[in-house]
């Protein structure tokens, strides 16, 4: 059997890293022009399903390193003004496991076959069954199944389904990261919390390794790369209905937004690293009516594309790459046809996909109050 996934997102890498560990054939086609063109180094809070899954995706022998490159994190959920005096609750705290996804993904990209300025223009399926992808400026790929984990503007689904389209909810928000030093030890109340004021909201998150990254690929695993970075703050700063950075870099608007803010708030946002802030929005893509069965499926945020505030995104994705994975080995080990194995992971996939977008919608508006939801 022979997959082709389109987009090299932590989804898509992981099935791939998934069904190549059980010897099934696996190209990634990514339509950056680089593998690393783009920074994606953010934390991220893996729950007990998203953290399994991914762990089930990776080699055995890479399973210790990749305990040795997270924390155990939980949050209260406070609601703090601008001096972080207490002044609500979000809801229950929340624990999980926080992954750096920059890190992640070195760790999945090792070994795998991926081919970057790959922009999916359109598929055929083949009178055999088999479907061709095709690529702005590379020769066409032929595989058994095509799998779409190219994100909220997916190219694989405007053709699979196209009146599946992403909703924008007018939310916009600035994220960046600033190392975490002695500084800032006073702010660890405010580490999973949400800051409010002046109609913003600014929510951190800290980033502990256990091990530094390159140091513990050095000791575990040598032939895995990891990026070289420390301790880290993320921060992001959820602006107004339909907000703009106004002509300022990421880091002005943020503080331009802050005055009278308590000065270790201040000095985070003043030290933070200006090359990874960046100004983002929020849209989610709904689950649809089912498209007809074939050799043609989607993962991740093409398909269940979920807002930041229910923590979910990743999770989900990852389960979907355990979930296909497994369908797709039992098809390659002959306990089911290949089509038959592609729609028992879509039934499932649609069923909790659809919950994770609405749950996350659900959350918004305690962070952002004029989102639009539909």
């Known amino acids: 059997m022979r997959v082709s996934v389109v987009g090299a997102g932590l989804g898509g890498l992981a099935l791939a890293q998934g069904l190549r560990d059980a010897g099934i054939e696996a190209d990634v086609f990514e339509r950056d022009p680089g593998i690393v063109a783009r920074f994606q180094g953010y934390r991220l809070v893996l729950n007990p399903i998203g953290f399994h899954a991914v762990r089930d995706c990776l080699p055995t022998r890479w399973r210790p390193l990749l305990d040795e490159i997270v924390m155990d994190a939980s949050a209260e959920q ?38 970057a300025d790959a922009a999916l223009t359109g598929y055929d399926v083949l009178a055999d069954g088999n479907v061709q992808a095709r690529f702005a400026r590379r020769d066409p790929a032929t595989a058994d199944l095509l799998v779409g984990a190219d994100g909220v503007t997916s190219a694989v689904r405007g053709v699979l389904s196209p009146q599946t389209t992403p909703i924008d909810t007018g939310v916009r928000f600035v994220i960046g990261r600033t190392p975490l030093t002695d500084e800032f030890a006073g702010l660890s109340k405010a580490y999973g919390s949400k800051i409010t004021g002046d109609g913003v909201s600014l929510l951190l998150g800290a980033m502990r390794f256990r091990t530094p990254p390159k140091q513990a690929a050095e000791q575990l695993a040598p032939e895995v790369t990891l990026p070289d970075i420390g301790d880290y703050v993320r921060w992001a700063m959820i602006l107004p209905p339909n907000g703009s950075l106004g002509g300022l870099t990421a880091q002005d608007a943020v503080l331009s937004r802050m005055e009278g803010w308590h000065p270790e708030l ?50 989900t994705a990852l389960r979907d790459a355990d979930l296909l994975r497994r369908c797709l080995i039992e098809a390659n080990e002959g306990r089911q046809d290949l089509l038959s194995a592609v729609d028992d992971y879509e039934r499932q996939m649609f069923e909790y996909g659809a919950e994770a977008v609405r749950s996350s919608l659900e959350k918004l508006p305690a962070f952002a109050p004029e989102a639009k939801l539909s």
């Open 78 to 115: 406070l609601i703090l003004d601008p001096q972080l005096n207490e002044i609500g609750k979000l809801g229950a705290g929340r624990t999980g496991i926080v992954v750096d996804r920059q890190v992640l993904r070195h760790l999945l990209l090792t070994g795998l076959t991926v081919h």
């Open 266 to 315: 201040r000095a985070l946002i003043e030290q933070a690293d200006p090359d990874n802030s960046t100004l983002l929005s929020i849209r989610v893509v709904k689950p649809g009516e089912r498209w007809a069965s074939g050799p043609v499926t989607l993962l991740g945020d093409a398909i269940h594309a979920t807002s930041p505030t229910g923590g979910n995104g990743a999770n």
